[in-house]
């Protein structure tokens, strides 16, 4: 943390953060963690106090109040229609009510979510944007839980290969973003440590649960009618194109960079989860 004075020190230490999404995957590691700094946190959620909803800009103002940071995650995804002009509205909200702090999650090799990036660069606050690839516990707490536990993962990715990164990592990125002025103004990129196909996340399942998970490649039109079926938007069905093209084919460092440590392995994600039981399945 770069800090001058003594003034300086509190002035930090005491800055409210509002953290969008902070029941989410990473939102809720970053809130347990500036918390954990003794940093006062305000989660922004529609469930929270003050309620915020992306879909309701009547909520912003009121989240906002008395807050000097805020880390901005979107759901469901920066490449989403609507998204541009919803975080673009949402950063000038924030600079006006006194947010001199804005940490966007972004996405890896998402060209859609480059808009949504420069809406914030352009709002006059301190900004980072941390571009994340496909998260770990997209298979324990997100839309894979359901086929792991089914013992099939079927998705239009054939061989393409993804590099997976914890959401532990991505918090500490974050949290370091949030509360060290050297970050101000830089983009990094995370990933973790190794490439990964669908069939190789399959395998490492499979050996820390001690049953078959396998990987099923489908059609693109065969998983937008599993989508439809499920409820989900089919705008999902786009991001695996992220995958099949190979943009993101090969590992970045911003864990390294910013941390000055190597990212977690999927592996140790997969055992400590199996750990937890949150993949077991009664028997038969």
């Known amino acids: 943390m770069t800090k001058t004075t003594k003034n300086d020190t509190q002035t930090t230490d005491q800055a409210l953060t509002l953290v969008i999404g902070g029941n989410g995957k990473t939102g809720r590691k970053v809130a347990q963690k500036l918390t954990a700094q003794g940093r006062p946190v305000r989660v922004g959620s529609r469930s929270g106090?003050?309620?915020?909803?992306?879909?309701?800009?009547?909520?912003?103002?009121?989240?906002?109040?008395?807050?000097?940071?805020?880390?901005?995650?979107?759901?469901?995804?920066?490449?989403?229609?609507?998204?541009?002009?919803?975080?673009?509205?949402?950063?000038?909200?924030?600079?006006?009510?006194?947010?001199?702090?804005?940490?966007?999650?972004?996405?890896?090799?998402?060209?859609?979510?480059?808009?949504?990036?420069?809406?914030?660069?352009?709002?006059?606050?301190?900004?980072?944007?941390?571009?994340?690839?496909?998260?770990?516990?997209?298979?324990?707490?997100?839309?894979?839980?359901?086929?792991?536990?089914?013992?099939?993962?079927?998705?239009?990715?054939?061989?393409?290969?993804?590099?997976?990164?914890?959401?532990?990592?991505?918090?500490?990125?974050?949290?370091?973003?949030?509360?060290?002025?050297?970050?101000?103004?830089?983009?990094?990129?995370?990933s973790g440590p190794r490439l990964m196909s669908f069939a190789d996340v399959a395998a490492e399942l499979s050996k820390v649960t001690g049953r078959e998970i396998a990987y099923v490649p489908v059609s693109d039109e065969a998983y937008r009618a599993e989508l439809r079926e499920h409820g989900l938007p089919e705008d999902f069905a786009e991001l695996f194109t992220l995958i099949l093209d190979g943009r993101n084919a090969h590992l970045v460092h911003g864990v390294e960079e910013v941390l000055g440590r190597a990212p977690r392995d999927f592996a140790d994600f997969a055992r400590e989860a199996a750990a937890t039981g949150v993949w077991d399945v009664p028997a038969n």
Not at 117 to 130: F, I, Y
Not at 159 to 187: K, M, N, P, Q, S
Request: cysteine-free; proline content about 5%.
């Open 49 to 190: 106090q003050p309620a915020f909803d992306w879909n309701e800009p009547g909520t912003w103002l009121p989240a906002l109040e008395g807050v000097d940071r805020v880390y901005v995650t979107y759901y469901p995804d920066l490449a989403f229609p609507g998204a541009v002009e919803q975080v673009g509205a949402f950063a000038e909200v924030a600079v006006a009510a006194g947010a001199r702090r804005l940490v966007l999650l972004s996405g890896r090799g998402e060209e859609a979510a480059r808009l949504s990036e420069e809406k914030v660069k352009a709002s006059g606050a301190d900004w980072t944007v941390v571009r994340a690839s496909w998260f770990n516990q997209n298979f324990d707490e997100s839309f894979f839980l359901e086929p792991v536990l089914a013992g099939v993962i079927a998705l239009p990715t054939a061989d393409g290969v993804e590099a997976f990164v914890d959401t532990g990592d991505i918090a500490d990125v974050v949290v370091a973003a949030l509360t060290d002025d050297r970050h101000i103004g830089r983009t990094y990129e995370l």
